[in-house]
């Protein structure tokens, strides 16, 4: 029996300072301004957008909930193209997977097809000040932690060094990305308890990739700083869910 078309589902209605919030973005796009750029006032504002004052100001309160304007007062104040930090980007995005149901296997999923191709991307191509702020960044954990409180905070810092390492790359959307995972596994690493107990396993096995790495980058070996990368990301994968695991079997016992 052929099923009965269906009306192809409508979106949901968009509030008009919703719409005039795009069209204003729209309108800053088209003329190319730049962060710092001086938006029109209140009044040309409402002429050329044909609404009412409550609805420009709330479309420019989106606006600046968003970070895509700044609001300055005082002598030379007014309403000015902002620059959406990564930090705000990625804190916005984190907002969107907080009610989703993210597990070990699809952070890493992402981080095995990446990070490896970030590695090999950078070997030969670090200056030695970004090398020794690799160095810098595994000296903060020159130890297996003592405490939960001290394993948390060098899961942490472990996962800094990926995300500095992402940032040095020219690939402004891999960094992102790179760096957002790191976030999301250092977030979930946290709520979740997963640092507790501490896990000396992961603590050596991670400090000897991220040290043959750094060696990897510094003599420019592409195959080899992917295949450490890759080594690592698999390693790490199972020792999580094997944390995971452990932690919900004490979850589930108390």
């Known amino acids: 029996m052929t099923a009965p078309n269906r009306p192809p589902a409508k979106e949901p209605r968009r509030s008009r300072p919703v719409r005039v919030a795009d069209a204003i973005k729209d309108w800053v796009v088209e003329r190319n301004m730049a962060p710092g750029d001086r938006l ?3 009044a040309e504002l409402m ?13 420019m309160r989106i606006l600046e909930a968003q ?3 700044e609001t300055r007062t005082g002598p030379g104040g ?3 193209v902002g620059e959406v930090t990564a930090d705000r980007a990625k804190a916005l995005l984190a907002n969107y997977f907080y009610f989703k149901d993210i597990s070990i296997s699809d952070i890493y999923q992402l981080r095995r097809a990446l990070e490896p191709e970030l590695a090999a991307s950078l070997a030969g191509r670090l200056a030695e000040a970004q090398l020794a702020e690799l160095e810098q960044v595994v000296a903060k954990y020159p130890e297996p932690a003592r405490s939960a409180e001290e394993e948390r905070d060098q899961h942490v810092a472990s996962l800094e060094f990926h995300r500095t ?11 992102f990305v790179v760096s957002f995972m790191g976030r999301i596994l250092t977030d979930l690493t946290v709520y ?9 396993e992961l603590y050596e096995k991670g400090l000897a990739y991220q040290t043959e790495l750094i060696a990897a980058l510094r003599h420019g070996r592409a195959e080899d700083a992917r ?8 390693t790490a994968e199972a020792l999580m869910q094997r944390q995971e695991a452990q932690v919900l079997r004490r979850f589930i016992a108390e």
Do not use: C, Q, V, W
């Open 165 to 175: 390492l992402a940032n040095f790359s020219d690939n402004a959307l891999l960094a």
């Open 40 to 42: 029109p006032g209140e």
């Open 192 to 200: 979740r308890r997963l640092y507790d107990p501490p896990n000396r």
């Open 67 to 69: 970070g895509l304007i």
């Open 78 to 80: 007014g309403s000015f």
């Open 227 to 234: 295949r450490i990368m890759r080594s690592h990301m698999e």
């Open 47 to 59: 002429a050329r957008f044909g609404m009412a004052k409550g609805t420009i100001r709330e479309a």
